[in-house]
């Protein structure tokens, strides 16, 4: 059973810093691209940022573009989103995801970040 877990979230002043971590298992995803999505209250699901396997390729949302950077560690089959300077606007639920034939087919459960003013 493939499972990705994310871990990190939680209460943070507006200014604030949070790493979110992605840890899978169940297979290896070391080949595949992976990517953070999150979904604000009463809104559709949105991506974040998005990192290849070869870890140089990353891409990122304007809305935390120069805030956020998305890294991953194949030896430990993990993604992480380091979110610095945090927004209220940032408040979302965060998932991440794994990619397999350029869809993304395997989701977390999600982890909660609140940013308070």
């Known amino acids: 059973q493939v499972l990705l877990v994310e871990s990190g979230g939680g209460l943070v002043q507006a200014g604030g810093s949070l790493r979110l971590s992605c840890a899978a298992s169940?297979?290896?995803?070391?080949?595949?691209?992976m990517g953070w999505f999150r979904q604000l209250p009463g809104k559709e699901r949105e991506f974040v940022a998005d990192?290849?396997?070869?870890?140089?390729?990353?891409t990122y949302a304007d809305s935390v573009k120069g805030r956020f950077t998305i890294s991953r560690d194949n030896a430990k089959n993990t993604v992480y989103l380091q979110m610095n300077n945090l927004k209220p606007e940032d408040t979302a639920v965060y998932y991440c995801?794994?990619?397999?034939?350029?869809?993304?087919?395997?989701w977390g459960q999600g982890t909660q970040v609140t940013v308070s003013t």
């Open positions: 990192i290849g396997w070869s870890v140089t390729t990353t």
């Open positions: 995801a794994a990619a397999e034939a350029a869809k993304y087919r395997y």
């Open positions: 169940g297979r290896t995803f070391s080949r595949n691209p």
